[in-house]
């Protein structure tokens, strides 16, 4: 089945700060999103971006399906902002079903 | 603001016992998902339905889980018996072709 890596696997920020995380799949895909989940556990929906390039307020997505990865961008990161990021795709034999990489762990300090 | 609601949010029973959870679909979703996360294995795909119908259920241990979806806005996971092992958080979540799918808020499961 498709693979799907991300990186970095942990991330620790001072307060304003930018990132980039990454996401590279072996596939192509039909559907890539990513996803944040904050520490009580909810897996909140951020993009869905399976190419071309997204922004919502300080948080931006880039996909380039030809070379098979995607990007999401933080600006001025908050303590808010702390939690996982998972990235994850639907391969274009893959009726449908999300396959997650393993997600980037992001803390935040004051 | 349309959201999947599940029940219960969490769960405690004892190893033998049957576990029954509830999820509701965003109305209008045609798709229907049922994950597992896990430290260890992280987020895994048990089963899925379009329209209603069963089209993968590959993920779930064949045994002891079911996956059924009685109408369009109720399906269900039973896990009978549970076994400590199936400890976890339970997603499910809705969408429609194209449009990306949406995840509740988990039940969350503990079998001792």
């Known amino acids: 089945g498709i693979q799907v890596e991300q990186s970095p696997p942990d991330l620790i920020l001072q307060e304003g700060a930018n990132s980039t995380l990454r996401c590279n799949f072996s596939?192509?895909?039909?559907?890539l999103q990513w996803f944040h989940q904050n520490p009580w556990g909810q897996l909140i929906n951020l993009f869905y971006?399976?190419?071309g390039t997204k922004q919502n307020g300080r948080l931006s997505a880039t996909t380039v399906a030809t070379e098979r990865y995607s990007l999401l961008y933080i600006s001025s990161s908050q303590t808010t902002d702390s939690g996982v990021y998972f990235c994850?795709?639907?391969?274009?034999?893959?009726?449908?079903?999300?396959?997650f990489g393993q997600g980037t762990i992001l803390t935040v300090h004051p | 603001d349309a959201r999947v609601t599940q029940t219960p949010r969490d769960k405690v029973t004892e190893m033998g016992q049957e576990v029954t959870m509830r999820c509701q679909p965003i109305?209008?979703?045609?798709?229907v998902f049922w994950y597992r996360q896990t430290m260890m294995q992280g987020l895994e795909l048990l089963a899925y339905?379009?329209?209603?119908?069963?089209?993968?259920d590959s993920g779930m241990p064949k045994d002891r889980f079911s996956a059924e979806m009685p109408d369009a806005t109720l399906a269900t996971l039973k896990i009978q018996p549970s076994e400590p092992r199936d400890s976890a958080v339970y997603f499910c979540?809705?969408?429609?072709?194209?449009?990306?799918?949406?995840f509740g808020p988990g039940t969350r499961l503990l079998v001792l």
């Open positions: 979540a809705s969408g429609l072709r194209d449009e990306g799918q949406y």
């Open positions: 596939d192509s895909v039909n559907n």
């Open positions: 971006i399976p190419s």
């Open positions: 994850a795709v639907v391969g274009s034999t893959s009726y449908g079903k999300l396959t």
């Open positions: 109305l209008g979703h045609n798709t």
């Open positions: 339905f379009r329209n209603r119908a069963p089209l993968d």
